[in-house]
């Protein structure tokens, strides 16, 4: 996502528009894929449902809120503007997962949650 949004925003090649634009999409499902998973695995048993209603429910908020800075970036510096601001959010979400997240490869749930 963070190299063919970039990229997209640049095409002007109708064919290479629709091409970028399903790399996003895939690229975006497939991070939704891995990380919901993730999360599940999280939280202990008796919780679980709540919590991760809970996260996803977060997430749709920060989605609406998020619409205003991509308007705000978007009259401001354009879409190049746009898709840099989703990288780098994206990359943020890596950096982290990967950083503060729990290990879960591996390991069972009750080790997990502990």
């Given at each position: 996502?963070?190299?063919?949004?970039?990229?997209?925003?640049?095409?002007?090649n109708?064919?290479?528009?629709?091409?970028?634009?399903?790399?996003?999409?895939?690229?975006?499902t497939?991070?939704?894929?891995?990380?919901?998973?993730?999360?599940?695995?999280?939280?202990?048993?008796?919780?679980?449902?709540?919590?991760?209603?809970?996260?996803?429910?977060?997430?749709?908020?920060s989605?609406?809120?998020?619409?205003?800075?991509?308007?705000?970036?978007?009259?401001?510096?354009?879409?190049?503007?746009?898709?840099?601001?989703?990288?780098?959010?994206?990359?943020?979400?890596?950096?982290?997962?990967?950083?503060?997240?729990?290990?879960?490869?591996?390991?069972?749930?009750?080790?997990?949650?502990?």
């Amino acid at each position: 996502m963070g190299i063919c949004g970039p990229l997209f925003a640049l095409m002007s090649n109708p064919v290479l528009v629709v091409i970028f634009g399903v790399l996003i999409t895939a690229f975006s499902t497939l991070l939704s894929l891995s990380y919901h998973p993730y999360q599940a695995e999280l939280f202990p048993t008796k919780i679980r449902a709540r919590a991760v209603g809970f996260v996803y429910s977060f997430s749709r908020l920060s989605t609406a809120i998020t619409s205003f800075l991509i308007a705000f970036f978007l009259n401001h510096y354009g879409t190049g503007g746009v898709f840099a601001l989703i990288s780098f959010s994206m990359l943020m979400v890596m950096i982290s997962i990967g950083v503060f997240g729990p290990r879960t490869r591996g390991r069972s749930l009750e080790e997990i949650s502990h």
